[in-house]
């Protein structure tokens, strides 16, 4: 039997804890167009998924689809193994940039990230082609690849479409059912910015990784594959370290978690008004902490 595609296994654990969360032994699991729309998949997806579910004997059939029992830890797919080749590609790249902290013109090979990331030089190629189009990066005429920088122009353009995700991703936090999964996921965001906010004086540089998990968080509810990609492209910006000024990489840091805190605080409580508000607030701090970045670099460069 083949194995389930990397969608087939996400619909599994999102059926896995649609189940734990919404039904009782016995019950029967909802038609298969509506889990589709749950899903946002297809039903030929679905069908691979329930049959999965089938293999493990939490449900009785394919056809009845009626529990058997609860899901256990055990039955869901691991998060590492549900990466997708592009996924694992993309990762490697932004480890790179900022574990590294390279600088505008850092070269690399498609070679290099292909050992790193465990795929093919072909598949990593086909990635960099698709993301050379933001002008992030550019290929070398003889070979290779390098970093580039960017202009006050291509930042505010990102600005502005940030804003416009991520403002509806706060205002999506009010039709979600209070036993969606996404709250547990927020309370546990809470509980690591407040860890990291005790300790930020020695451990600010943990931040970046920390802030991504914040927004892909938001962007996540929009179910949205156009939103996600895109802010895979604002996590690259707003963190490429060449372009901060390093001075105040601590204070910096810490204020943001103060922001994040702020938003996340008052989701919790379902004051949307609020988490609006303070997103918008913060979405103007990180917006002039970058233009000001951006124009220091110019300066240093220019003189």
């Known amino acids: 039997m083949p194995k389930p595609s990397t969608v087939a296994k996400k619909t599994t654990n999102q059926l896995l804890?649609?189940?734990?969360?919404k039904m009782k032994v016995d019950a029967v699991l909802p038609?298969?167009?509506?889990?589709?729309?749950?899903?946002?998949?297809?039903?030929?997806?679905?069908?691979?998924?329930?049959?999965?579910?089938?293999?493990?004997?939490?449900?009785?059939?394919?056809?009845?689809?009626?529990l058997l029992r609860m899901p256990v830890p055990e039955d869901y797919f691991d998060l590492a193994e549900l990466q997708t080749g592009t996924e694992k590609?993309?990762?490697?790249?932004?480890?790179?940039?900022?574990?590294?902290?390279?600088?505008?013109?850092?070269?690399?090979?498609?070679?290099?990230?292909?050992?790193?990331?465990?795929?093919?030089?072909?598949?990593?190629?086909?990635?960099?082609?698709?993301?050379?189009?933001?002008?992030l990066i550019e290929k070398k005429p003889n070979g290779g690849w390098r970093l580039c920088a960017f202009d006050l122009s291509f930042a505010e353009e990102l600005a502005e479409m940030r804003q416009l995700f991520e403002i509806a991703a706060i205002e999506k936090f009010a039709s979600l059912?209070?036993?969606?999964?996404?709250?547990k996921q927020l309370d546990k965001l809470i509980v690591r910015h407040e860890k990291l906010?005790?300790?930020?004086?020695?451990?600010?540089?943990?931040?970046?990784?920390?802030?991504?998990?914040?927004?892909?968080?938001?962007?996540?509810?929009?179910?949205?594959?156009?939103?996600?990609?895109?802010?895979?492209?604002?996590s690259f910006v707003f963190h490429y370290h060449y372009q901060w000024d390093k001075r105040d990489e601590?204070?910096?840091?810490?204020?943001?978690?103060?922001?994040?805190?702020?938003?996340?605080?008052?989701?919790?409580?379902?004051?949307?008004?609020?988490?609006?508000?303070?997103?918008?607030?913060?979405?103007?701090?990180?917006?002039?902490t970058l233009m000001h970045a951006i124009r220091t670099k110019t300066e240093h460069l220019a003189s």
């Open 177 to 183: 059912d209070d036993k969606d999964d996404v709250w």
């Open 250 to 288: 601590m204070a910096r840091n810490s204020f943001a978690i103060d922001e994040h805190l702020e938003i996340l605080k008052a989701l919790a409580k379902r004051d949307i008004r609020h988490a609006l508000d303070s997103m918008r607030q913060h979405l103007k701090t990180s917006r002039a």
């Open 31 to 66: 038609p298969e167009q509506q889990l589709a729309v749950l899903c946002g998949v297809s039903r030929t997806t679905i069908r691979s998924a329930i049959t999965h579910l089938h293999q493990l004997q939490v449900i009785n059939g394919i056809h009845d689809r009626r």
């Open 197 to 234: 906010k005790a300790k930020v004086s020695t451990k600010y540089s943990e931040f970046p990784a920390l802030d991504r998990d914040f927004h892909t968080l938001l962007i996540g509810i929009l179910r949205n594959r156009f939103a996600q990609g895109f802010y895979d492209i604002v």
């Open 89 to 135: 590609i993309q990762q490697v790249l932004l480890e790179r940039v900022f574990q590294k902290d390279l600088p505008p013109g850092a070269e690399f090979s498609e070679s290099e990230l292909a050992r790193e990331a465990g795929a093919s030089t072909v598949s990593v190629r086909e990635f960099l082609i698709g993301f050379s189009r933001y002008g």
């Open 17 to 21: 804890s649609y189940i734990a969360d």
